[in-house]
């Protein structure tokens, strides 16, 4: 029992230490910039509680500047006082996309692959996050079944996750991008608490999650863990010759079977709880009654002997393995930009640079520019709009009159019109204009004019205030997860009537 | 396994990778992927990208929150590197912290973004973020005003940015490291000087 006290106790913490690792780095900035201390110029500022409240702690300290250098990051890759952390499969995932071995980050995966070697994929059951987001997935089918509502239960094969490591870091090596870094559930997991902290939004990141949550609960119960993790089957491979197992007393045993349901890795305990798949989560021997699944230590090398009929590996494997990694270092880079075509950085002539405040657009010859001060406008407040049009091959200015228009937006029906249509001339090669938006949302500002004898229109989008798309999103995928628990349900229904009528037919006959 | 189930498992493997590959958009090009403006000690782009494991430390590390991650929302192969928008917030080359080397090529893990020690010498030799590009329709000086705002603001002022009869601005491209000050600095909207990323081999 008390090892799952301590395990959710290390769980939540890594929850707490992202979090705090965020607030801290965010009090960093505000430090850097001479804030912290001036009660007026804190005033409204992201996390100005917390940051307060941390402040006489950290002022306290010997240097403050180095605690806050030494404490950074995220689970992907931290630095706790001083020490540089880094996720394995980071590193792996790096060497293999550079090809350029960067000793500081091997070094810095050091400790987690030690501790794996030693304690097996402990960091799955014990620090990932994405694991307790699964784990709680794990509890809301207990929930639906409860209410007597049956999911699907589709298993799929434990050995896909070890060929999605090998794809998914040879995509890596291909295309010169760290790939897992996008889609790796506690990279992404710790990223959006890290978000959600400095105010920036990450819906496209929550939406990954959702999927495969929604995934998880309605069609194949622990799917991302045990059959897709890249990282649970590289954690998986570094510590499979692990000296800590759970380890079955046989004579103790009862044969109850009681283990197997509650097993997270979704193993038999009884059978293959030494097999690379499990993690030691420890759920088993809290659930075995009469006590025979304990953690016991084994020195490989001693059990070596006995242990090698269950896990010696097929001389197919290893040659399939070396293949691979011969593979992986002869693979040349190919560029992503390559593949699709899209031009070297800094071809383009135009302006590279494109802060929210600015809109491009181009029409005929001419590059146009709209510029709004401020740069996301307040709403009911005057908001400056400056148009610069420019030829792209003369390198001059428009200097003829344009006609300009406001529009809003509206989801349904006529866009309402804020500004009508008004001539502009251009004041300092600029083409100028004031203009009010009543609500945050969406607008048009419609742009009329003369390119060699046609009448051009451009449309720009632009934002006023903060319209929330946020909401919507996660309506959305709170409706897509009804529509398929929906589906589900109808199928199900279907099977059983389709049973039933067979069952009477069988009767009938 | 029969083989059947080989190809269930194989349908299920490919519509996941397809699935994961086009979330994490790879290969695709953000928004504004063309032209970012990279951290102080940072590889060849190319190299960059590939290199570089999105952990966003440099990003927490930069004093003056210059460092903003590109989008992850977008879903493109450059979600979460980090890019400089110099209007927002520029590179101050570390000057007012404490610490030998740059905070942002201090924090990378990866080597991403390689060591640079805070000196005028090594920060000259190598940083290259971009460099400042004036555009003379905008700029107040060339257009019968007088500003000199840009030279101001430059940490390498005299070397990078000189200045010209009524304040005119003259970019020296040999020494401008393109930390963006002068691009913060400018009073003209549109801005008048703006940081470019150096041509590549």
Known sequence: ?509 | MDRRNFFKQAAALGVSISGCALFSGLGRSSPDSDGLLRPPGALDENEFQATCIRCMRCVDACPNHALIPVSLNHSSGTGGTPNMKPRSSACMLCMSEEGDYLKCTEACPSGALQLVKKETEEIKEKVHIGIADIDFDLCYSYNNWSCGACFRACPLAGEALTLGNWERPIVNPEACVGCGCCERSCIRYPHAIRVKKEPQA
């Open chain 1, 1 to 509: 029992m008390w090892i799952q006290i301590i395990r959710r106790c290390v769980q939540a913490s890594v929850f707490l230490l992202v979090i705090a690792l965020a607030f801290l780095s965010l009090y960093a900035h505000y430090k850097a910039a001479r804030v912290i201390d001036d009660e007026q110029l804190m005033a409204g500022l992201r996390g100005e509680a917390t940051a307060k409240w941390i402040h006489p702690f950290i002022s306290q300290l010997d240097d403050p500047q180095s605690f806050l250098d030494g404490n950074k990051g995220t689970v992907w890759s931290m630095k706790l006082f001083g020490v540089s952390l880094t996720d394995p499969l980071a590193a792996v995932e790096t060497l293999s996309a550079s090809k350029f071995v960067h000793w500081p980050l091997l070094i810095s995966t050091l400790i987690p692959v030690v501790l794996t070697v030693l304690l097996g994929k402990v960091f799955c059951s014990w620090i990932c996050p994405g694991y307790v987001l699964f784990e709680l997935g794990g509890k809301l089918r207990k929930l639906l079944r409860f209410a007597e509502i049956q999911p699907a239960e589709i298993h799929f094969s434990k050995a896909n996750k070890y060929i999605f490591l090998v794809v998914g870091l040879l995509i890596a090596a291909i295309m010169a991008a760290p790939f897992f870094a996008l889609i790796y559930p506690p990279a992404v997991i710790s990223r959006i608490l890290h978000a959600w902290i400095f105010g920036i939004e990450l819906t496209g990141m929550l939406l990954l999650l959702g999927v495969i949550l929604a995934f998880e609960v309605f069609v194949s119960p622990r799917w991302w863990c045990q059959t897709m993790c890249p990282g649970g089957a590289l954690y998986g491979v570094l510590g499979q010759a692990r000296p800590l197992k759970v380890k079955l007393q046989k004579k103790a045993c009862t044969g109850c079977l009681d283990c197997i349901p509650v097993c997270e890795a979704g193993i038999n305990p009884i059978t293959q709880s030494t097999s690379i798949e499990c993690d030691n989560c420890g759920v088993c021997i809290q659930h075995c009654e009469p006590a025979a699944l304990k953690f016991a230590l084994e020195v490989p090398l001693i059990s070596a002997k006995k242990e090698k009929e269950t896990r010696s590996v097929s001389k197919k494997v290893k040659a399939a393995g070396l293949i691979f990694l011969l593979s992986l270092g002869a693979t040349s880079n190919l560029f992503a930009h390559h593949v699709l075509g899209l031009p070297h950085y800094s071809y383009k002539e135009n302006y590279p640079q494109r802060p929210t405040l600015e809109y491009p657009a181009t029409t005929g010859p001419y590059d146009v520019l709209l510029t709004s001060y401020p740069g996301i406008p307040n709403p009911n407040e005057p908001a400056n709009l400056a148009f610069y049009i420019k030829n792209r091959k003369t390198k001059e200015v428009f200097k003829e009159a344009v006609s300009i228009r406001v529009l809003q937006t509206s989801t349904f029906g006529e866009n309402t019109t804020i500004l009508p249509s008004t001539s502009a001339l251009p004041f300092d090669n600029q083409h100028k204009l004031q203009c009010t938006f009543p609500v945050d949302g969406e607008y048009i500002v419609e742009l009329t004019l003369v390119v060699e004898g046609r009448e051009e229109v451009i449309p720009f989008l632009m934002i006023a205030g903060q319209p929330t798309a946020t909401m919507s999103i996660i309506l959305t995928t709170l409706l897509g997860i009804v529509i398929l628990y929906v589906v589900v349900r109808a199928i199900q229904k279907k099977k059983a009537r389709r049973q039933q009528q067979s069952l009477q037919l069988e009767v009938l006959n």
